[in-house]
C-alpha cells in the first residue's frame, strides 16, 4: 500500500520562477493537508484541502502561495515569483478522515532551494 | 493560539541508557497529541496519538504519557536507530491543523 507521494523532491528556482509542487495522498484518503519547515523551525500548518474544496487556508501567505486539489490528480501548492525566503521543505499530508482519531501521514517532502 | 514547547533541543546518549523527552503544550480543547519520529531528509514517521490525561502507549523501547499540560517521551535502553528528530503535535479546538514544536533530537551512540 503506498504511501504518500510528493514530488519532485528536489526543485531548485531562480528568484521570481514558479515552484509546483505535487503530493498524492495514500489509496482511500481524500483530506491532504501541507505544511512547511524552515531551517531550525518546526513545520508549520499552511493549508487543508478536500476534493475540489480549500477548507482552512489560515498559514498559507497571503501573496505568490496558492493550493489545490483537482476531482483528478495530485494536490498542487503552487509558489509564483520565488523569493530566497521561499526556501524550505515542504511537506504534505493525508488523511482518511478530518478528525483527530484518525493520523495524519506524511510524504518524503519537497525540498525547494530558491538561488 | 495553540504552542508546543519541546526539551531538551537535542540529547546525546549511550547504547542502554534510558532517559524522557519532553513536550509542553497550550491548547484550546485538546483533540489529541501525536509522536512523530523524523530522519534526516525524509518526512515525519507517526508513532503515537494520545486523547486524554493519564492515557499511555507504548511501542517496543518507546512509551508515551500524557498530563494535562505535557506529555513525555520515555526511551527504554536506547540503541543507535533510534537516533532521529523526535516531533509532537497537538490537535486542538475547531481547527484541522497540527501545531508542531521544534523537536527534540536524539543521537544515541554505541
Known amino acids: 500500500n503506498a504511501g504518500v507521494m510528493q514530488n519532485p523532491r528536489h526543485l531548485v528556482r531562480r528568484r521570481g520562477q514558479e515552484a509546483r509542487l505535487r503530493c498524492s495522498p495514500m489509496k482511500g484518503h481524500s483530506h491532504v493537508y501541507w505544511y512547511r519547515q524552515l531551517p531550525e523551525e518546526g513545520l508549520k500548518f499552511m493549508v487543508y484541502l478536500q476534493k475540489e474544496n480549500i477548507i482552512d487556508e489560515s498559514g498559507m501567505p497571503k501573496e505568490r502561495f496558492s493550493a489545490e486539489f483537482p476531482k483528478e490528480g495530485p494536490s498542487i501548492l503552487r509558489i509564483q515569483q520565488v523569493v530566497r525566503g521561499d526556501s524550505a521543505a515542504y511537506f504534505c499530508a493525508s488523511s482518511q478522515l478530518a478528525r483527530s482519531t484518525d493520523t495524519q501521514y506524511f510524504g518524503p517532502g519537497t525540498r525547494l532551494t530558491v538561488l | 493560539e495553540d504552542q508546543v514547547t519541546q526539551s531538551p533541543e537535542a540529547l546525546r546518549l549511550q547504547e542502554g541508557e534510558s532517559s524522557s523527552l519532553n513536550c509542553s503544550y497550550t491548547v484550546s480543547g485538546l483533540r489529541g497529541l501525536f509522536w512523530y519520529r523524523q530522519d534526516p531528509g525524509k518526512g515525519p514517521e507517526f508513532l503515537f496519538t494520545?486523547?486524554?490525561a493519564g492515557e499511555e502507549k507504548e511501542k517496543e523501547r518507546l512509551k508515551a504519557t500524557l498530563t494535562k499540560k505535557e506529555s513525555f517521551l520515555h526511551i527504554t535502553a536506547p540503541k543507535p536507530e533510534d537516533s532521529a528528530t523526535y516531533l509532537c503535535a497537538v490537535w486542538g479546538g475547531s481547527n484541522y491543523k497540527l501545531t508542531f514544536g521544534k523537536g527534540t533530537l536524539l543521537t544515541v551512540n554505541p
Open positions: 494520545l486523547y486524554s
